[in-house]
């Protein structure tokens, strides 16, 4: 019995350590559907084609991801609970370092400078929020089965997080 707590103990211990570790939000109470929502329906629109350590929002995929999904970005700006934000995040592959080396600038800046091209975007297509916000990632959150160099992961994803 005693084995039984122990091994019950320790799987509890590695659940909250794995769900610790995700980039999940947790919503709680009626803000819990929307927020969970949302970010399934904005995870569908990421902004991709940067090229290599560029922040340069590709004229090309801007023009096709504000067709579609600067509506949906709009509607769920206007529907924000009290206490949310909707994030720009900005990503780069996994190659070269997150921090200034010599000239490089870094992952964690590029992926920033990214964010905040799609932000400055969005504000001139008249998409604006006290509730709006943006942040570089680096190459923390990579897509699972690409190659860390492949380009799909040099973009912009959005996500509801707590201000």
């Known amino acids: 019995m ?38 399934e329906q904005l995870a569908k629109y990421p902004i991709g ?10 004229p090309q995929s801007w023009a ?4 579609v999904a600067a ?9 924000m609970p009290k206490g949310y934000a909707l994030e ?10 997150e921090y200034p080396e010599g000239n490089k600038p870094g992952n964690l800046k590029i992926s920033e400078d990214r964010a905040k091209a799609v932000y400055a975007a969005l504000k001139g297509a008249g998409i604006s929020s006290p509730n709006l916000t943006y942040k570089g990632v680096g190459s923390q959150q990579l897509i699972q089965g ?7 992961h040099r973009r912009v994803t959005f996500v509801i997080v707590p201000k």
């Not at 949906?72 to 700006?77: D, G, P, S, T």
Request: proline share 6%; aromatic share 6%; hydrophobic share 40%.
């Open 146 to 152: 690409l190659d860390r160099s492949h380009p799909r």
């Open 2 to 39: 005693k084995k039984l707590i122990v091994i019950c103990m320790i799987m509890g211990a590695a659940a909250m350590l794995i769900s610790c570790g995700t980039d999940q939000v947790k919503a709680t109470g009626p803000d819990k559907v929307f927020v969970t929502t949302s970010n």
């Open 49 to 58: 084609g940067f090229a290599y350590k560029s922040s340069v929002l590709p």
């Open 64 to 67: 096709q991801w504000a067709k």
């Open 71 to 79: 509506p949906v970005v709009r509607e769920i700006l206007n529907k």
């Open 88 to 97: 720009v995040r900005g990503h780069t592959d996994g190659t070269g370092p």
